[in-house]
C-alpha cells in the first residue's frame, strides 16, 4: 500500500495530559502534512512540514520529521476534551501536483 | 472567505444508478482534487484537476470520473454503483502550486 500508517490506532488520555502519535511513510516526500477530523466531518489542516524541516511548532502542536527513518510524530499539548477526533499524516510522496496519500489515522480521545 | 462547498451532503441511491457529486473550491484555488473514505480503505485519492485538466488519478475504476469548468467548479460521476461504492466523498481545493488541500465537508453516499 502507497499510504502511511499511524501508531497507535487509538489513544485515550485525560484533559490536561500531552498526546503524541506517529506516522510512517513508505517513500521520498517533498512536504509531510498532519490533519485533524472529527466524526462524519471533513478533514481540518493541521500543520505542513517540508522534508527539509525537522521540527514545527504551531500553538499547542508540536511537528517532528525525520526523512532518513521515514516517520513524523504529532504532539498536542496540554489536551482539551475539543481535540477529540481523528488524525491524519498525508504525504505527496514526490509526485507532482496535489496528490495526497492519508495513512490510516489516529482516533484521539481527550476525557474531561 | 467562504470554505469548500460541496453538495448533496447525504445521499442514498440504489445499485446499478449512477451519482453526481459537485463541489465548489476557495475562491481563487484552481486545484480540486476527490478523495473516497470508507472504514476499510480509509483516504483514497480518487483524481485532481487543475485548470479544467485532469493532472492526476488515482487506482479506481473508469466508473469513476471527473471535470472542472472554467470556474474551477468541479463534479464527480459515479455509474453503475456498487455497494461497495458507500463512503464519503471528500472534495479539496488548493491555491496554485500550494501544498496544503483544504477540504470540504463531504458527501455521504449509501448505496442500497
Known amino acids: 500500500s502507497q499510504q502511511g500508517e499511524e501508531d497507535p490506532q487509538a489513544l485515550s488520555i485525560q484533559e490536561g495530559e500531552n498526546a503524541t502519535m506517529n506516522c510512517s511513510y513508505k517513500?521520498?516526500?517533498?512536504?509531510l502534512q498532519w490533519y485533524r477530523q472529527n466524526s462524519g466531518r471533513g478533514l481540518v489542516h493541521l500543520i505542513l512540514?517540508?522534508?527539509?524541516?525537522r521540527e514545527k511548532h504551531s500553538g499547542r502542536l508540536r511537528v517532528t520529521l525525520d526523512t532518513s527513518k521515514k516517520s513524523s510524530s504529532l504532539l498536542i499539548t496540554a489536551s482539551r476534551a475539543a481535540d477529540t477526533a481523528s488524525y491524519f499524516c498525508?504525504?505527496?510522496?514526490?509526485?507532482?501536483?496535489?496528490?495526497?496519500?492519508f495513512g490510516t489515522g489516529t482516533s484521539l480521545t481527550v476525557i474531561p | 472567505k467562504a470554505g469548500v462547498t460541496q453538495t448533496p451532503r447525504y445521499l442514498i441511491k440504489t445499485r446499478g444508478q449512477q451519482v453526481t457529486l459537485s463541489c465548489s473550491p476557495i475562491?481563487?484555488?484552481?486545484?480540486v482534487s476527490w478523495y473516497q473514505q470508507t472504514p476499510g480503505q480509509g483516504l483514497q485519492f480518487l483524481f485532481e484537476?487543475?485548470?479544467?485538466?485532469?493532472?492526476n488519478k488515482g487506482n479506481f475504476p473508469g466508473r469513476f470520473s471527473g471535470r472542472q469548468f472554467s470556474n474551477s467548479r468541479s463534479e464527480m460521476n459515479v455509474s453503475t454503483l456498487e455497494l461497495g461504492d458507500s463512503a464519503l466523498y471528500l472534495c479539496?481545493?488548493?491555491?496554485?502550486?500550494?501544498?496544503?488541500?483544504?477540504f470540504g465537508e463531504g458527501s455521504w453516499l449509501t448505496v442500497v
Open positions: 479539496a481545493s488548493s491555491l496554485v502550486g500550494g501544498n496544503t488541500i483544504y
Open positions: 517513500t521520498s516526500i517533498n512536504n
Open positions: 512540514i517540508r522534508s527539509n524541516e
Open positions: 498525508a504525504t505527496d510522496q514526490g509526485v507532482g501536483g496535489n496528490q495526497f496519500y
Open positions: 475562491s481563487g484555488h484552481r486545484s
Open positions: 484537476y487543475f485548470s479544467e485538466t485532469q493532472r
